[in-house]
């Protein structure tokens, strides 16, 4: 048996949304252990860590938090994974899960006696908390992708919002047609894979992977040459992307959208509060719509994701302890007071029932619900040890293609594909 802790703001935050509130193991079992807490640092984990008080009164644990910025956090992690010992609890990006599968353990038993709802987290998310069939980690901070448009020039050239990429191509030029505004802005440069983020999803809608069962590229089957030439003819054929699109990576997107050059952008959620924000854009918040990214014909909805794991280290001293602070801090009840307090502006969720929570939706203009019409059906991205190198030669072939330096989609996919089975 359990009992209820005594968070009383957040269980009063619940009333009537029907989730409930965390429940803390009976008796204290872990009383007097500490939790040592290497994080990157984010304004949602220092909201976390706020909000302890309540579990370290219902636990009897103490929590210790550490953050380093972004740009530090690897080798942060690398360096514990070899000296190991300092830390518990540790945040890990998606992309790095693999390279960093030794610091880590098994937590499958000690999640399932506490409880957590695995089933309340988008696969695409939670998948990379599993290594080699085994669970090391929960999802707590995770990104998605929305199609931002632009109200007022969709309504002006009598456009309605698109559904899938033949309705954004049909949009885009009745924006066209009736505006000096570009029909959507796209990232096709070179920057740390930023022009596969769209790409990928259109591989996914028509069929396609980037590897086989086996590890082997599959990106350049007939699906991917599809899925390529696709999302180059939008900027070469249909025109319907700025000028100057071939070297854009996403900030150039993004300024584009701003500065009112283009009336629709695919990009993460996060951005939207500096695209009405006066003192970097022309647009203001009721000009700016959004909604789940296109489909390929009538294929499911996708979004490429990023997400941050906790994963508790392999040399944890007190792995119990560690376990039921995930429990806390990867509970639904948590993140949805997070993101209704007024005092905050943080719109991420990684649990469905957040995302599709009624309060959560009304604060911020249902952007949750676009979200999670994605994630229901988004396969998510396995991500290897060479994942950055792999990134690197994909987005040069997407590059040389939308560039002209490259016109044979086939004959680039294939070369890609060949260096990468070189370095795998």
Request: charged share 20%; net charge negative; no cysteine.
């Amino acid at each position: 048996m359990k009992h209820l802790t005594s968070a009383l703001a957040i269980a009063a935050a619940l009333v009537g949304s029907g989730a409930s509130a965390w429940e803390a193991t009976e008796g204290k079992p872990y009383d007097g252990e500490t939790v040592h807490v290497l994080a990157v640092k984010s304004s949602q984990f220092e909201a976390h860590e706020a909000r302890l008080a309540d579990f370290e009164a219902a636990t009897g644990i103490d929590v210790v938090y550490d953050y380093v910025p972004f740009p530090n956090m690897k080798e942060a992690l690398t360096t514990e994974m070899v000296a190991g010992g300092d830390y518990d609890v540790v945040s890990i990006m998606d992309q790095w899960v693999p390279s960093l599968q030794n610091l880590v353990q098994p937590i499958d038993a000690e999640i399932a006696a506490l409880g957590v709802d695995l089933e309340d987290f988008p696969p695409a998310h939670l998948r990379h908390g599993r290594m080699n069939g085994e669970l090391v980690g929960l999802p707590v901070r995770g990104h998605v992708q929305l199609l931002f448009y632009r109200k007022d020039l969709l309504e002006q050239a009598g456009a309605a919002v698109p559904s899938n990429w033949d309705d954004v191509v049909a949009a885009a030029k009745a924006v066209q047609a009736s505006s000096d505004a570009a029909g959507i802005a796209l990232p096709y440069g070179k920057l740390s894979g930023q022009n596969l983020m769209v790409w990928i999803n259109l591989l996914w809608g028509h069929g396609g992977e980037l590897f086989d069962a086996d590890g082997e590229p599959a990106f350049n089957s007939e699906a991917g040459i599809a899925a390529t030439d696709q999302y180059v003819s939008l900027l070469t054929e249909e025109k319907i992307a700025p000028a100057g699109s071939a070297t854009f990576v996403e900030q150039d997107a993004v300024n584009s959208f701003k500065q009112g050059n283009s009336a629709m952008l695919p990009v993460w959620w996060w951005v939207r509060s500096q695209l009405s924000d006066p003192e970097q854009s022309k647009l203001t918040a009721e000009q700016i719509g959004f909604t789940s990214l296109p489909s390929v014909g009538d294929a499911d909805k996708t979004t490429f994701t990023n997400t941050w794991i906790f994963a508790v280290t392999e040399g944890a001293d007190n792995k119990g302890a560690a376990a039921e602070y995930l429990s806390w801090l990867t509970d639904p009840a948590l993140e949805r007071d997070v993101l209704l307090d007024e005092n905050l502006s943080e719109v991420v969720a990684v649990h469905f029932s957040n995302l599709r929570d009624e309060d959560v939706n009304a604060r911020w203009g249902g952007m949750h619900s676009a979200a999670a019409d994605a994630l229901a059906t988004a396969p998510g991205m396995g991500f290897g040890d060479n994942w950055p190198r792999i990134s690197e030669i994909l987005e040069t072939a997407i590059s040389s293609l939308a560039s002209g330096e490259q016109s044979d989609t086939a004959a680039a996919l294939n070369h890609a594909a060949d260096e990468i089975k070189r370095i795998r």
